[in-house]
C-alpha cells in the first residue's frame, strides 16, 4: 500500500504552540505536537507515482538545457523516468535491500536515481563528491553497496583505482557518459508490475538510505534512516513553513537547491519539495559566477544555504559598494535594515521614519542583495552551523526572512526551526513539530520524535545496529547537519544525546551555546574531526603539539609546536643553531617542511577538510601552562584564548 496523499493546505500557516515544562523556575523541556501523522504505509519510492495520479501537469522539478534556459519537468515526465531507470536497475540484477551509492554534485540525475532506487526497493548511500579515495572507498566498503553511479571521468577514475578494495562492487556508472540513459535502455524487458511489486513490499520502517559521518574518532559510520523517518521530518517542515512550500503570492513556490544532496540538510528539503510539489532546480556549481547566473535564470522563491552563503552575499555586496566610494553608504543601510529586522522580531510595526529610511535605501542596497539571489526570493532556510543575530536581523530587514534551525544527521535533518511569523533573532527556533527538546542536567541537548534515526550501519553498540540483511535496530548519538556524532548515547526514554550545549527561553527557544566535544564546523557547515589531522603532524620529528582550528570559520587552519630534539637536530642539518626562536618560527626553510607535513596530513581528509594555513608557535603547550591534562590532551579553550591573535591572524587575507 501507497502513503495517503498529504492533507489539503490551509490557507495560513498552522502554527502550535509548544508544551513547557518548568523546574525550579527554568524550562527544561519543550515538545511541540506533529502537524502531520505519519503514515502507516508506502515509502519515500511512492511520491513521484503519487504526483503523476495527482497532478500528471504539475511542474514539480527543472531541468537546465544547454543553451542555459531552464525547461520544466512534469509529475508525469519525472514518474516516467524514475519507472524506466528502477527497471533498469533491476535488469542490471539489484535485489531488494542492496545498496546503491551515489557520488556526484548536486543534479537532476542524483535526485533521479535516488527516487528510482527507491522505487525499485533499494538503499542509496550518498559519498561526498569531494571524499578522498580512502574516504569513498570506506563507505563503498562499509555499506556493502553492489553498485556505485558516479558523475564524472574523474570520480570514476577514484572508485576504479579503489576496486581491488571492493570486490563487492560488482558496477559502477558514470552519469556524464549516458548512464541514466543506458539503465532506462537495459530496463525496457522490465514489467512496470515488477516496480510496483518492490514498491508495495516497502513500509515507513524500511532502510531509505544510509548517510555516513564523519566521527571523532575512528571511521565513519552510516546513520540508517528510515522511508518512516524522512516522512516525519519532511511532511511536518512542510506544513509548519507554510509560507515557503506554499504559494502565498503570484509566484509559484519554488527553490533552486545547491546544497550536496549527500548532506542531510539538501536532502531532506529535495524530499520534502517532491512531496509538497514545489518546483525544484540542482545547481551543481558553487562558484560564484555559476551561482548568480543559475539564480538569474531560474528565479527561486526560497533558497536552502548556510551562513557562508548569506555571508558571502553581505561580504561581497559590502566590497561592491567600498569599491564604488559608498561604503559609508552601505553601512548605514545595513543599520537601518538591522534595526528594522529586530523590530519585526518582537511582532512591532516599524515606525514611519524607519520604515522611510528604509524605502530610500530599498533600491539602492537591499533590492541589489536580493537580485543577487535571483530576484524573488523572500525566505531561506539556513542551516549547518548559527547565522547570528545580526546577519539575521539584516536579511530580515532587506525583505528576505530567514527560518534557522538545528539538527542532525541521525535526526534526518531539523530538529528546531524558527517559527513563522514568531521569530527570535539568535535562537534556533522551536522544536519541530513532532519533537521534544530537553536540557540534561549538564547542560547537553537531547532531542526525541518520529524522526530519530534507526542506529548506526555495522557498528555494535548497547542498543544493536542495523547490518547486511537490515535486522536490529540500534541507537546512537547526534551530530549537526550532515556531520559527525558528537555524543553516541540514548538516554532514557529515547532521548538523544547531540552532544551540544544549549539553554532554552522563557517561550522555549532553544541556543546553542557550545559542543561537548571537540568536533570542527566550519562556517561552510562542513565538519571536520580534528583528532586524525593532529595525530598525523604529531607524527613528525620536527611537530611537539597541533591544535587544529577553524569552528566557525571558512576554512581549517592549525596551531603547530615544535618539538625540541626534532628542532635541534633539524638546526644543526641546515646549520641554523644560532638563529633565535623568534625569527626560527618564521624561517622559510622551517616552514617549507613544515608543509609538507602538513600536505601529507591533507591526503587523508578532502580539501574542505584539510589545512589551508598554519602558524609555528616559538613556545610549547605545556600543562604547567594550562594547555594540557595530566593526560597531555589539549585543553582547547585555553589555549584558543592564549592564542587568539594567533588564530586571528590565520584568517587576516594575506
Known sequence: ?????????????????????????????????????????????????????????????????????????????????????????????????????????????????????????????????????????????????????????????????????????????????????????????????????????????????????????????????????????????????HPVFKSVSKDAASTLLFLPLSHVFGRMVAVGCLRARVKLGHAPSIATEDLLADLAGFRPTFLLAIPYVLEKVHNTARATAERMGRAASFDRAARIARRYGEVLEGGGRPGLGLRAARALYDPLVYRRIRAALGGRVRYVISGGSPLGRRLAAFYAGAGIEVFEGYGLTETTGASTVTPPQKPRLGTVGWPLPGTAVRIAEDGEVLLRGRHVFAGYWNTPAVYGAYGDGMHGGGMGGGAPYGGAPHGGAMHGGGWLATGDIGELDADGYLTITGRKKDLIITSGGKNVAPAPLEDWLRAHPLVGQCMVVGDNRPYVAALITLEPEGLAHWRAMRKKEGVPMRELVHDRDLLADLQRAVDEANRLVSRAESIRRFTVLPGDFTEARGHLTPSLKLRRAAIARDHEADIEALYRRS
Not at 506533529?34 to 501537469?57: M, Q, T, Y
Open 1 to 241: 500500500m501507497e502513503p495517503e496523499p498529504k492533507p489539503k493546505p490551509e490557507s495560513k500557516p498552522k502554527l502550535v504552540e509548544p508544551v513547557r515544562t518548568v523546574i525550579d523556575g527554568v524550562v527544561r523541556e519543550v515538545e511541540v505536537p506533529a502537524l502531520v501523522a505519519l503514515p502507516d504505509s508506502g515509502s519515500l519510492g511512492d511520491i513521484p507515482f503519487h504526483n503523476a495520479r495527482e497532478a500528471p501537469g504539475a511542474a514539480v522539478l527543472a531541468r537546465k538545457e544547454p543553451d542555459g534556459t531552464w525547461r520544466d519537468v512534469t509529475a508525469a515526465e519525472f514518474a516516467a523516468q524514475v519507472l524506466a531507470v528502477a527497471k533498469g536497475l533491476i535488469a542490471e540484477g539489484l535485489r531488494e535491500g542492496d545498496r546503491l551509492a551515489i557520488m556526484a554534485r548536486t543534479t537532476y540525475e542524483w535526485t533521479l536515481l535516488d527516487f528510482a532506487g527507491w522505487a525499485a526497493g533499494l538503499v542509496t548511500v550518498p559519498v561526498y563528491p569531494t571524499s578522498s579515495a580512502l574516504q569513498a572507498r570506506w563507505i563503498i566498503q562499509d555499506s556493502g553497496a553492489v553498485a556505485c553511479a558516479v558523475e564524472d571521468t574523474a570520480q570514476a577514475r577514484l572508485i576504479s583505482a579503489e576496486r581491488a578494495h571492493l570486490p563487492g562492487l560488482v558496477h559502477l556508472w558514470e552519469f556524464d557518459t549516458g548512464a541514466v540513459a543506458r539503465l532506462a535502455k537495459a530496463g525496457e524487458h522490465v514489467p512496470d508490475a515488477v516496480v510496483h511489486a518492490r514498491r508495495a513490499a516497502r513500509t515507513p520502517d524500511s532502510v531509505a538510505t544510509l548517510i555516513y559521518t564523519s566521527g571523532t574518532t575512528g571511521a565513519p559510520k552510516g546513520c540508517v534512516i528510515t522511508h518512516g523517518n524522512f516522512f516525519a521530518e519532511a511532511d511536518n517542515a512542510v506544513e509548519l513553513l
